[in-house]
């Protein structure tokens, strides 16, 4: 029986995934005694702070940026690896697919393909 009944409104138009963190148990406890108190989700807050921190960092990391540092780091480290390159790209791939990225792979391998093709004509 929940004595302490929260709020919990689940929009069925956004799409959500889970996201486990480990947080100190100071700051659970905090977070749980105020969310009882003012009778709101852990994930109410938590969203509310990850929607503000997103807002700020998009000013600074559009989008485009990073998924051009993201694909420049993998092409750093595939050259560091010496991988086979269609057998990095394959790896490259399931990692992102695994990471819910999937949907930037083509993006990230045309940049990756950019960057090899210009080391290549040197």
């Known amino acids: 029986m929940n004595i302490l009944k929260r709020k919990a409104r689940i929009s069925s138009l956004i799409t959500t ?28 807050v938590l969203k509310t702070l990850v929607q503000e921190w997103v807002d700020s960092m998009q000013v600074t990391f559009p989008k485009e940026t990073l998924i051009e540092n993201v694909a420049l780091l993998a092409f750093k480290s595939w050259k560091e690896s010496k991988k086979h390159y269609s057998k ?22 045309e940049i990756i393909e950019n960057e090899k093709d210009k080391g290549e004509n040197k």
Do not use: V
Not at 27 to 42: F, P, R, S
Not at 88 to 98: C, D, G, K, V
């Open 17 to 44: 995934e889970f996201l486990g963190a480990n947080i100190p148990k100071n700051l659970i406890d905090y977070l749980t005694i105020y969310c009882d108190a003012h009778t709101i989700t852990k994930s109410f």
């Open 88 to 109: 990095f790209i394959l790896n490259l791939e399931s990692e992102l697919q695994r990471k819910g990225l999937g949907e930037y792979a083509s993006k990230i391998i």
